[in-house]
């Protein structure tokens, strides 16, 4: 598995007060991905990286953003947190297929658990 | 990217084959297939993919009709720790930016039971 770390793996707060999760790869790898998983919906893309500073938003990235100062970490930030965004977050990351010659599978981190309370 | 459609649920002896089906019919010509599986509480993990032909490796084997409108994936032997939900992705070849996404479904949960 990629090195892929999340930070912190649990966490609890309260309505209202911003959430920073970080995500931490040792892989260098190019791209970077953060998704949410709740009940009855899957797995749902927040926002990616495509490059260091190279972000885009995903299928549900209101209430989020995202920073990528450096290649192995991306940063997602929910500056005033809802009660809707309690859910258990992942990271992923995938390697360039020009320079590994990958079709480009994805690895995931180990998951965020977020309650807002 | 094309919409695929899978059982919400299936049983698994230990030790026989699983056959997992995937349905995508409207799959293009420059998209793979691609399986993931997560086991309860961790993250994705990928398995396999293909294009055309058949692919097998150490965790699994790729079947892909004729066709290209289905799939199956083959657990040769499976073992209790195989217990998760199984995603069939179909995304295109080249990307760069949001061609990469992967497009999750509800999947198919396994059960191998002993």
């Known amino acids: 598995d990629a090195g892929i770390t999340q930070s912190p793996r649990h966490k609890v707060t309260e309505t209202g007060t911003p959430v920073t999760l970080r995500c931490h790869q040792t892989e260098n790898h190019r791209y970077m991905y953060w998704y949410r998983q709740d009940p009855g919906h899957g797995l749902r893309l927040i926002h990616y990286s495509y490059g260091v500073k190279d972000t885009d938003k995903g299928e549900v990235s209101d209430g989020y953003s995202v920073s990528r100062s450096k290649t192995e970490d991306f940063l997602l930030t929910l500056e005033s947190a809802t009660s809707s965004q309690t859910s258990v977050y992942f990271c992923?990351?995938?390697?360039?297929?020009?320079?590994?010659?990958?079709?480009?599978?994805?690895?995931f981190g180990p998951g965020t658990r977020l309650t807002v309370l | 990217d094309a919409k695929t459609t899978q059982p919400p649920s299936m049983d698994c002896a230990e030790g026989r084959a699983a056959n997992l089906p995937c349905n995508h019919s409207t799959i293009s010509g420059n998209e793979y297939v691609y399986w993931y599986r997560q086991i309860h509480s961790q993250g994705p993990q990928y398995i396999i993919h293909g294009l055309k032909n058949n692919e097998t490796n150490e965790m699994a084997s790729l079947i892909i009709t004729e066709d290209r409108k289905s799939s199956t994936l083959i657990l040769p032997h499976a073992t209790l720790r195989d217990t998760a939900v199984y995603y069939c992705i179909v995304r295109v070849r080249n990307y760069g930016g949001s061609q990469g996404n992967l497009i999750f479904g509800k999947g198919t949960k396994l059960s191998v039971k002993p």
């Open positions: 992923a990351t995938r390697p360039s297929f020009e320079v590994t010659g990958m079709q480009g599978e994805q690895f």
